[in-house]
Protein backbone atom coordinates (compact mmCIF):
# COMPACT_ATOMS: atom_id res chain seq x y z
CA UNK A 1 0.00 0.00 0.00
CA UNK A 2 1.20 4.01 0.30
CA UNK A 3 2.98 3.45 3.64
CA UNK A 4 4.68 0.63 2.40
CA UNK A 5 6.03 2.55 -0.54
CA UNK A 6 6.50 5.88 1.17
CA UNK A 7 9.05 3.85 3.98
CA UNK A 8 10.81 2.02 0.59
CA UNK A 9 11.71 5.78 -0.35
CA UNK A 10 12.43 6.89 2.90
CA UNK A 11 14.65 4.15 3.05
CA UNK A 12 16.39 5.15 -0.32
CA UNK A 13 19.40 2.95 -1.62
CA UNK A 14 22.21 2.98 0.99
CA UNK A 15 21.73 -0.45 2.52
CA UNK A 16 20.52 0.14 6.02
CA UNK A 17 19.94 -1.08 9.46
CA UNK A 18 16.33 -1.11 9.95
CA UNK A 19 14.10 -2.00 12.45
CA UNK A 20 10.47 -2.49 11.70
CA UNK A 21 8.65 -2.19 15.14
CA UNK A 22 4.91 -3.70 14.62
CA UNK A 23 6.19 -5.48 11.82
CA UNK A 24 2.73 -7.69 11.79
CA UNK A 25 2.77 -10.34 9.04
CA UNK A 26 6.13 -8.23 7.22
CA UNK A 27 4.66 -6.90 4.22
CA UNK A 28 6.97 -3.94 4.67
CA UNK A 29 9.95 -5.61 6.32
CA UNK A 30 10.50 -8.05 3.50
CA UNK A 31 9.79 -5.32 0.49
CA UNK A 32 12.95 -3.65 2.45
CA UNK A 33 14.73 -6.79 3.03
CA UNK A 34 14.56 -8.00 -1.04
CA UNK A 35 15.57 -4.25 -1.72
CA UNK A 36 18.93 -5.49 0.08
CA UNK A 37 18.22 -3.53 3.92
CA UNK A 38 19.36 -5.49 7.09
CA UNK A 39 16.25 -5.28 8.73
CA UNK A 40 14.44 -6.65 11.67
CA UNK A 41 11.10 -7.34 12.24
CA UNK A 42 9.43 -6.70 15.95
CA UNK A 43 6.33 -7.73 16.99
CA UNK A 44 4.21 -8.51 20.17
CA UNK A 45 2.08 -11.43 18.44
CA UNK A 46 4.13 -14.71 17.49
CA UNK A 47 1.19 -15.58 15.47
CA UNK A 48 1.92 -12.57 12.64
CA UNK A 49 5.94 -13.46 13.00
CA UNK A 50 5.10 -17.02 12.64
CA UNK A 51 3.33 -16.18 9.02
CA UNK A 52 5.80 -13.46 8.35
CA UNK A 53 8.26 -15.87 8.15
CA UNK A 54 6.82 -17.90 5.79
CA UNK A 55 6.75 -15.01 3.24
CA UNK A 56 8.47 -15.16 -0.02
CA UNK A 57 11.86 -13.80 0.84
CA UNK A 58 10.75 -13.97 4.65
CA UNK A 59 14.08 -15.92 5.27
CA UNK A 60 15.56 -12.40 4.93
CA UNK A 61 14.50 -11.12 7.98
CA UNK A 62 15.36 -11.65 11.54
CA UNK A 63 11.52 -11.85 13.43
CA UNK A 64 11.93 -11.08 17.06
CA UNK A 65 8.98 -11.44 19.51
CA UNK A 66 8.65 -8.00 21.40
CA UNK A 67 7.16 -4.58 21.64
CA UNK A 68 8.34 -0.82 21.55
CA UNK A 69 9.22 -0.75 24.46
CA UNK A 70 11.45 -3.94 24.53
CA UNK A 71 15.51 -4.03 23.89
CA UNK A 72 16.24 -5.12 20.62
CA UNK A 73 19.71 -7.08 19.48
CA UNK A 74 21.34 -6.22 16.02
CA UNK A 75 21.33 -1.99 16.29
CA UNK A 76 21.79 0.44 16.26
CA UNK A 77 19.65 0.82 13.52
CA UNK A 78 19.66 3.83 10.88
CA UNK A 79 15.68 3.86 10.09
CA UNK A 80 13.27 2.61 12.39
CA UNK A 81 9.68 2.09 11.49
CA UNK A 82 6.39 1.87 12.68
CA UNK A 83 3.49 1.50 10.58
CA UNK A 84 -0.01 0.39 10.51
CA UNK A 85 -0.64 2.92 12.71
CA UNK A 86 1.40 0.64 15.50
CA UNK A 87 2.37 3.70 17.30
CA UNK A 88 -1.00 4.67 18.58
CA UNK A 89 -1.21 0.99 20.43
CA UNK A 90 0.82 2.95 23.08
CA UNK A 91 -2.55 3.86 24.70
CA UNK A 92 -0.99 6.34 27.54
CA UNK A 93 1.68 9.38 27.54
CA UNK A 94 3.91 6.91 29.98
CA UNK A 95 3.65 4.19 27.68
CA UNK A 96 4.52 6.80 24.36
CA UNK A 97 7.33 8.09 26.37
CA UNK A 98 9.03 4.54 27.45
CA UNK A 99 8.52 3.58 23.80
CA UNK A 100 10.35 6.62 22.48
CA UNK A 101 13.21 6.32 24.92
CA UNK A 102 13.59 2.55 24.37
CA UNK A 103 13.78 3.38 20.06
CA UNK A 104 15.77 6.12 20.68
CA UNK A 105 18.28 4.32 22.49
CA UNK A 106 18.41 1.95 19.24
CA UNK A 107 18.72 4.34 17.27
CA UNK A 108 22.27 5.23 15.56
CA UNK A 109 23.35 8.96 15.72
CA UNK A 110 22.41 9.69 12.41
CA UNK A 111 19.01 7.59 12.15
CA UNK A 112 15.53 8.66 12.12
CA UNK A 113 12.47 7.13 13.21
CA UNK A 114 9.70 7.50 11.04
CA UNK A 115 5.75 6.55 12.36
CA UNK A 116 2.35 8.09 11.64
CA UNK A 117 -0.55 8.02 14.16
CA UNK A 118 -3.91 9.39 12.75
CA UNK A 119 -4.90 13.19 13.27
CA UNK A 120 -7.03 13.49 16.25
CA UNK A 121 -8.72 16.62 14.99
CA UNK A 122 -11.11 14.29 12.80
CA UNK A 123 -13.75 12.43 14.24
CA UNK A 124 -12.61 9.16 14.03
CA UNK A 125 -15.37 7.40 16.34
CA UNK A 126 -18.00 8.94 14.32
CA UNK A 127 -16.02 7.07 10.78
CA UNK A 128 -16.20 3.98 12.74
CA UNK A 129 -18.88 2.94 14.49
CA UNK A 130 -20.87 0.98 12.43
CA UNK A 131 -18.80 1.05 9.50
CA UNK A 132 -18.19 -2.19 7.70
CA UNK A 133 -15.91 -3.62 4.92
CA UNK A 134 -15.55 -7.01 2.85
CA UNK A 135 -12.53 -8.17 2.50
CA UNK A 136 -11.63 -11.14 -0.16
CA UNK A 137 -9.82 -14.10 0.70
CA UNK A 138 -8.48 -16.67 -0.97
CA UNK A 139 -10.58 -18.98 1.29
CA UNK A 140 -13.93 -16.83 0.81
CA UNK A 141 -14.87 -13.68 1.98
CA UNK A 142 -14.78 -12.03 5.59
CA UNK A 143 -16.57 -9.00 6.83
CA UNK A 144 -14.89 -6.69 9.17
CA UNK A 145 -17.47 -4.14 11.26
CA UNK A 146 -16.03 -2.10 13.88
CA UNK A 147 -18.36 -0.34 16.46
CA UNK A 148 -16.75 2.26 19.12
CA UNK A 149 -16.77 1.12 23.32
CA UNK A 150 -15.89 4.24 24.70
CA UNK A 151 -13.93 7.67 24.23
CA UNK A 152 -11.11 8.61 26.89
CA UNK A 153 -8.90 11.59 27.13
CA UNK A 154 -6.84 11.20 24.20
CA UNK A 155 -8.24 7.42 23.66
CA UNK A 156 -10.36 5.64 21.97
CA UNK A 157 -11.75 1.74 22.50
CA UNK A 158 -13.54 -0.23 19.93
CA UNK A 159 -14.75 -3.66 18.49
CA UNK A 160 -13.57 -5.06 15.30
CA UNK A 161 -16.08 -8.02 14.50
CA UNK A 162 -14.49 -10.51 12.09
CA UNK A 163 -16.93 -12.86 9.96
CA UNK A 164 -16.26 -15.05 7.41
CA UNK A 165 -19.66 -16.83 7.10
CA UNK A 166 -19.52 -19.36 9.65
CA UNK A 167 -17.07 -18.11 12.36
CA UNK A 168 -17.68 -14.57 14.17
CA UNK A 169 -14.76 -13.67 16.21
CA UNK A 170 -13.97 -10.07 18.19
CA UNK A 171 -11.79 -8.34 19.19
CA UNK A 172 -11.20 -4.89 21.33
CA UNK A 173 -8.30 -2.39 21.10
CA UNK A 174 -7.66 0.91 22.63
CA UNK A 175 -5.52 3.32 20.84
CA UNK A 176 -4.20 6.71 21.52
CA UNK A 177 -4.97 10.04 19.39
CA UNK A 178 -2.33 12.45 20.74
CA UNK A 179 -1.38 15.54 19.05
CA UNK A 180 1.35 16.73 17.04
CA UNK A 181 2.42 19.21 20.21
CA UNK A 182 2.01 16.35 22.64
CA UNK A 183 4.07 13.76 20.69
CA UNK A 184 6.55 16.47 20.51
CA UNK A 185 6.59 17.07 23.58
CA UNK A 186 7.00 13.53 24.83
CA UNK A 187 9.73 13.05 22.25
CA UNK A 188 11.92 15.78 23.75
CA UNK A 189 11.83 14.00 27.30
CA UNK A 190 13.28 10.62 25.00
CA UNK A 191 15.94 13.07 23.26
CA UNK A 192 14.43 13.25 19.67
CA UNK A 193 12.74 16.05 17.67
CA UNK A 194 11.21 16.33 14.86
CA UNK A 195 12.74 16.77 11.43
CA UNK A 196 9.74 16.76 9.43
CA UNK A 197 5.95 15.98 9.45
CA UNK A 198 3.65 15.22 6.21
CA UNK A 199 0.05 14.77 6.13
CA UNK A 200 -0.29 12.15 3.54
CA UNK A 201 2.02 9.10 1.49
CA UNK A 202 2.42 11.23 -1.02
CA UNK A 203 4.07 13.44 1.20
CA UNK A 204 2.09 16.21 1.15
CA UNK A 205 1.71 19.04 3.71
CA UNK A 206 0.46 18.24 7.00
CA UNK A 207 -2.95 20.42 7.95
CA UNK A 208 -3.78 19.87 11.30
CA UNK A 209 -7.61 20.49 10.74
CA UNK A 210 -7.83 18.64 7.66
CA UNK A 211 -5.61 15.26 7.27
CA UNK A 212 -6.17 11.97 8.37
CA UNK A 213 -2.50 11.44 8.87
CA UNK A 214 0.51 12.73 11.03
CA UNK A 215 3.51 11.18 9.66
CA UNK A 216 6.55 12.06 11.64
CA UNK A 217 10.25 11.82 11.26
CA UNK A 218 12.32 12.53 14.61
CA UNK A 219 15.92 12.52 15.30
CA UNK A 220 18.63 12.58 17.71
CA UNK A 221 18.55 16.28 19.43
Known amino acids: GPDRDFCVRQAGDARLGILDIGCGTGAVAVVLAGLGHLVTGVDPAQPMLDIARTRPGGEAVTWVAGSATDSVAGGPFDLILMTGHAFQTLAYPDEMAAGLRQMAAHLSPAGCLIFETRNPAIDWPARWHGSSAVCALPEGTLRVARSVVARGPGTVTFDSHYDDGTTRLTSRSTLSFPDL ?41
Open 181 to 221: PQIITIARTAGLHLSHCWGDWDGGPFDTDHSDETILRLVHG
